[in-house]
Every structure is written in structure tokens, then in C-alpha cells.
């Protein structure tokens, strides 16, 4: 029989599901959002307060960005690993196993973080230059790249306690650590900007500084709640069995969000050959296209948690029935956030930078970019409800595949006969519906919901 979970938390293992996965994934998608909204203003203020060098700030902050994602996006799918496991253990009634993990996790982050940080300020400077980032762009880039550098540790440490409160399904205490932090940052923002006359430095300094105020008031609230989830600095060790979990979940989860990142530098490499104009367009539509991204990530997220708590509790029917919910409720949502982009896409171009050019150049990378994130939205949903089952490997490889290999062989052989921005952002759908494809044929061949249901019962 099933446990009643705590009435905090969100119940993923009775009544319906239809209703309670937008309670689930809405939070998420908003605090997505919402912290992307606060690094568009990063690029929003370096773009109107830093005078002659505006372009060129905006340029340097948006060719960090598949850096910042490679490494990020990684330990966000370990984290991803925290969330499965945590899931199951609660599906199964196992509050000792909650706590392995929970603790591990914790540790994990900081450990990671500080190692990473060691390590990206040694090679910011040569990562920068595999970009090809132009001469005039590189000095601020590479600046704004050391800082942040030195920030991975409590930056992932808010991603991981983010991923704890999602394994049961608190998700709005996360989005409001964020929003306090978030609003913390755009002051300080303009604090050392428009007033201290600072440049990237100053939006990466209060990039840090807000992270850390985000993971300090989870981690308090982590010492605080009556959740299974409740950490204790005794218990701050790692667990060699949770960590195993934890990774054989999450590393290749890492390793689908990362390859994305890979492919996207050599994306951004070419972009950054044909000039800052169209270093400074991309930029700013990938602050704007980034928030239907995720709208699909947090339904994804959605079906990876449930299905997690539903399959440790013996509940295949659920986990069936919860892909099927979140294909249908995020392809409506994604409907609506898409026609809205597309209607007032020049309109939000021009809040990060109003050069003609700019907006139109920065018009073709949304259009093409929605397009394909119908493709993403059905690859991540089927990925995420396949990581529910503890089943990670298998979408990282074909991700691997169709993503980082198509992306790869487009810019090497395509680009080169057609220097156009349109010819790269073209690399985005085809490779997307390569990959949506794929992984439905895995999923129809491995079929892991009847597969695990037949064990149960043998």
C-alpha cells in the first residue's frame, strides 16, 4: 500500500494527476524564468549604462554563455540524479535513504563547485579562445567568465537544494528565494554599473553575490522544515551508496544537458565569425527564447519526479498516464507562450538593444527557435519520464547523437558553403526533430513501464 505523504508536500501518488502537474511544473517554469529575467538584465544594463562599449558588453556576456551552460547544465543534471533518487526512496517509504541523499547532496555541490572553479580559472582564457571571440570583445568576456568562475560553489548549491524541495514536490520555496534574491541582484546591478561606472564586472559580481543569498535562505529553510528533506550539519557527509545512485542517475543526465552546451559552442563560434552585431542579436533572443525552454524543462521536470514517486511505489498505471498528461498540458502551454514571443519578439529585442539591425537578426533566431522547441519539448518529455525509471544512458547517448553530432557535422560542412545567420539557427530544428525521433523509437522499443510492471509479478 501506498504512503500517504506528508501534507506539505505535493501528493504525486493518489487522486489526479491532470490537476496537480501544473502545480508542480508552473512553479519551476516560473523560477526558470524568473532567473533568466534577472541574467537579462545583467545584458540589459551592460547594454544601456556602459556608454560606447555597450555592444561590446553585450557581446561578452552572450558568448559566455554556452561556457557558463557546459558547466552548470552538468552538475544540474547530477542534481537531477538527487531528485530521482529522493523520489523513489520516497514512493518506497524509505526516510533513511531520503536522508543519505539528501545530505550527499549537499556536499557534492559545494565539493564540485569549488573543484570546477579551480579548474575554469585556469582554462577561461583558453575556452574563450577556442570561441574565436573577437579582439575588441575578449578582455570583458574573459572577465566576466574569472568571476563567475568563482561563484560555481554557491551556485550549485542552490541548484541542488532547488532539486531537493522538487523531489517532493515543494516547488514554490525555490521561486521565492530566487525572486529575493533575483530583485537583490538588479539592484546591485545598477549599483555598480550605473553608478560605480563598473562594466561585466559588475553584473558577475552581483550575479554571485545573489546566488549566494538564494542558497543561504534554501539551506535555512532546509535546517528548518519538518519535511523528510530536513538537513543537519552533522549529517554532512557523503554516503557511498547514495552517491552512486545519485550519479549513475544524474551523470548522464549531466552529461544530454551538457552536450547541448557543446554543441552550442560551436554554435556560438560561428556565430561569433560573422561579427558583434550578430553576437549582440543572438544574445538578446536567447534571453527571450530561453523562457519557452523552460516552460517544456519544468514539465519534463514534472514527469521525471512523479513517475520517480510512482515507481517506487509500484505504480506503472501512473507513470503511463503522467507522459501521456505532460505531453498534452505542455504543448498547450507552449502554444500560447510561443504566439505571444513571436507577436511581441521586436518589441523585447529593442528592450536589450534598440539598433535596427540588431532586432532583425535577432527576429530570425526567435522564429527558428520556436520551431524547434515543440521538437524539445517532445524529446525532454519522453527523456525525463525514462529518468523517472532510474533509465539515464540511454536518451544521454542519442541526445549525444542528435544534438552535439548534427549540430557538429551542420556548422563543419553546411556553414561553410553559406555564411548566413539563418544557415546556423537552421541547425536547431533539424537536429531537435532528429533526436525527438530517436528517443521515441528507444522508448517504444524499451517500453520500461510494462518491462519493470512484468518483473513485479513474476
Same mark, same amino acid.
Given at each position: 500500500?501506498?504512503?500517504?505523504?506528508?501534507?506539505?508536500?505535493?501528493?504525486?501518488?493518489?487522486?489526479?494527476?491532470?490537476?496537480?502537474?501544473?502545480?508542480?511544473?508552473?512553479?519551476?517554469?516560473?523560477?526558470?524564468?524568473? &532567473?533568466?529575467?534577472?541574467?537579462?538584465?545583467?545584458?540589459?544594463?551592460?547594454?544601456?549604462?556602459?556608454?560606447?562599449?555597450?555592444?561590446?558588453?553585450?557581446?561578452?556576456?552572450?558568448?559566455?554563455?554556452?561556457?557558463?551552460?557546459?558547466?552548470?547544465?552538468?552538475?544540474?543534471?547530477?542534481?537531477?540524479?538527487?531528485?530521482?533518487?529522493?523520489?523513489?526512496?520516497?514512493?518506497?517509504?524509505?526516510?533513511?535513504?531520503?536522508?543519505?541523499?539528501?545530505?550527499?547532496?549537499?556536499?557534492?555541490?559545494?565539493?564540485?563547485?569549488?573543484?570546477?572553479?579551480?579548474?575554469?580559472?585556469?582554462?577561461?582564457? #583558453?575556452?574563450?579562445?577556442?570561441?574565436?571571440?573577437?579582439?575588441?570583445?575578449?578582455?570583458?568576456?574573459?572577465?566576466?567568465?574569472?568571476?563567475?568562475?568563482?561563484?560555481?560553489?554557491?551556485?550549485?548549491?542552490?541548484?541542488?537544494?532547488?532539486?531537493?524541495?522538487?523531489?517532493?514536490?515543494?516547488?514554490?520555496?525555490?521561486?521565492?528565494?530566487?525572486?529575493?534574491?533575483?530583485?537583490?541582484?538588479?539592484?546591485?546591478?545598477?549599483?555598480?554599473?550605473?553608478?560605480?561606472?563598473?562594466?561585466?564586472?559588475?553584473?558577475? /559580481?552581483?550575479?554571485?553575490?545573489?546566488?549566494?543569498? $538564494?542558497?543561504?535562505?534554501?539551506?535555512?529553510?532546509?535546517?528548518? +522544515?519538518?519535511?523528510?528533506?530536513?538537513?543537519?550539519?552533522?549529517?554532512?557527509?557523503?554516503?557511498?551508496?547514495?552517491?552512486?545512485?545519485?550519479?549513475?542517475?544524474?551523470?548522464?543526465?549531466? /552529461?544530454? $544537458?551538457?552536450?547541448?552546451?557543446?554543441?552550442?559552442?560551436?554554435?556560438?563560434?560561428?556565430?561569433?565569425?560573422? &561579427?558583434?552585431?550578430?553576437?549582440?542579436?543572438? $544574445?538578446?533572443?536567447?534571453?527571450?527564447?530561453?523562457?519557452?525552454?523552460?516552460?517544456?524543462?519544468?514539465?519534463?521536470?514534472?514527469?521525471?519526479?512523479?513517475?520517480?514517486?510512482?515507481?517506487?511505489?509500484?505504480?506503472?498505471?501512473?507513470?503511463?498516464?503522467?507522459?501521456?498528461?505532460?505531453?498534452?498540458?505542455?504543448?498547450?502551454?507552449?502554444?500560447?507562450?510561443? +504566439?505571444?514571443?513571436?507577436?511581441?519578439?521586436?518589441?523585447?529585442?529593442?528592450?536589450?538593444?534598440?539598433?535596427?539591425?540588431?532586432?532583425?537578426?535577432?527576429?530570425?533566431?526567435?522564429?527558428?527557435?520556436?520551431?524547434?522547441?515543440?521538437?524539445?519539448?517532445?524529446?525532454?518529455?519522453?527523456? &525525463?519520464?525514462?529518468?523517472?525509471?532510474?533509465?539515464?544512458?540511454?536518451?544521454?547517448?542519442?541526445?549525444?547523437?542528435?544534438?552535439? &553530432?548534427?549540430?557538429?557535422?551542420?556548422?563543419?560542412?553546411?556553414? #561553410?558553403?553559406?555564411?548566413?545567420?539563418?544557415?546556423?539557427?537552421?541547425?536547431?530544428?533539424?537536429?531537435?526533430?532528429?533526436?525527438?525521433?530517436?528517443?521515441?523509437?528507444?522508448?517504444?522499443?524499451?517500453? #520500461?513501464?510494462?518491462?519493470?510492471?512484468?518483473?513485479?509479478?513474476?
Amino acid at each position: 500500500m501506498k504512503r500517504k505523504p506528508d501534507k506539505q508536500q505535493l501528493d504525486m501518488l493518489h487522486g489526479p494527476i491532470w490537476s496537480r502537474l501544473p502545480l508542480f511544473a508552473f512553479p519551476v517554469a516560473a523560477t526558470a524564468i524568473l &532567473g533568466q529575467l534577472f541574467n537579462a538584465a545583467d545584458i540589459a544594463i551592460v547594454g544601456n549604462f556602459t556608454g560606447a562599449q555597450r555592444t561590446a558588453a553585450m557581446a561578452a556576456v552572450g558568448a559566455n554563455s554556452p561556457i557558463i551552460g557546459l558547466v552548470v547544465n552538468l552538475f544540474i543534471g547530477i542534481a537531477l540524479g538527487t531528485n530521482v533518487v529522493i523520489a523513489n526512496a520516497i514512493g518506497r517509504g524509505d526516510k533513511e535513504s531520503v536522508q543519505k541523499a539528501v545530505h550527499t547532496s549537499i556536499v557534492i555541490s559545494l565539493l564540485g563547485g569549488a573543484a570546477v572553479a579551480v579548474l575554469g580559472e585556469i582554462i577561461a582564457a #583558453p575556452l574563450l579562445g577556442v570561441l574565436h571571440v573577437p579582439e575588441e570583445v575578449f578582455p570583458l568576456a574573459s572577465l566576466y567568465l574569472r568571476i563567475y568562475f568563482a561563484g560555481l560553489p554557491v551556485i550549485l548549491l542552490y541548484n541542488f537544494e532547488a532539486a531537493i524541495f522538487r523531489s517532493v514536490g515543494e516547488t514554490k520555496v525555490p521561486l521565492i528565494a530566487l525572486a529575493t534574491s533575483g530583485v537583490l541582484n538588479v539592484f546591485l546591478n545598477l549599483f555598480f554599473v550605473a553608478v560605480l561606472h563598473m562594466t561585466v564586472d559588475g553584473v558577475a /559580481i552581483a550575479t554571485v553575490i545573489s546566488n549566494a543569498v $538564494s542558497a543561504w535562505l534554501l539551506f535555512r529553510r532546509l535546517r528548518m +522544515t519538518d519535511l523528510d528533506i530536513r538537513v543537519e550539519p552533522r549529517k554532512l557527509q557523503v554516503d557511498l551508496t547514495s552517491l552512486k545512485q545519485v550519479l549513475r542517475i544524474g551523470f548522464p543526465a549531466g /552529461i544530454q $544537458s551538457a552536450v547541448f552546451a557543446i554543441s552550442n559552442i560551436v554554435i556560438q563560434s560561428a556565430i561569433n565569425s560573422l &561579427g558583434t552585431v550578430v553576437m549582440a542579436a543572438s $544574445s538578446a533572443a536567447f534571453n527571450i527564447e530561453i523562457i519557452t525552454y523552460d516552460i517544456l524543462l519544468s514539465f519534463s521536470q514534472a514527469c521525471t519526479t512523479f513517475v520517480g514517486q510512482n515507481f517506487g511505489a509500484k505504480d506503472f498505471r501512473r507513470c503511463r498516464k503522467t507522459l501521456v498528461l505532460c505531453i498534452a498540458e505542455c504543448t498547450a502551454t507552449l502554444a500560447v507562450a510561443i +504566439t505571444c514571443i513571436l507577436f511581441f519578439g521586436k518589441p523585447l529585442l529593442a528592450i536589450f538593444n534598440n539598433d535596427p539591425e540588431v532586432i532583425e537578426i535577432g527576429y530570425i533566431r526567435l522564429m527558428l527557435i520556436m520551431l524547434a522547441h515543440f521538437f524539445s519539448m517532445l524529446y525532454e518529455m519522453m527523456s &525525463g519520464y525514462l529518468r523517472g525509471f532510474g533509465i539515464s544512458l540511454v536518451p544521454a547517448i542519442l541526445t549525444m547523437i542528435g544534438v552535439c &553530432g548534427i549540430r557538429i557535422t551542420w556548422i563543419q560542412l553546411v556553414f #561553410p558553403q553559406s555564411r548566413t545567420f539563418q544557415t546556423i539557427m537552421t541547425a536547431f530544428p533539424i537536429s531537435l526533430s532528429a533526436t525527438a525521433l530517436m528517443i521515441f523509437i528507444a522508448l517504444i522499443c524499451y517500453r #520500461p513501464s510494462r518491462r519493470f510492471e512484468k518483473e513485479l509479478y513474476k
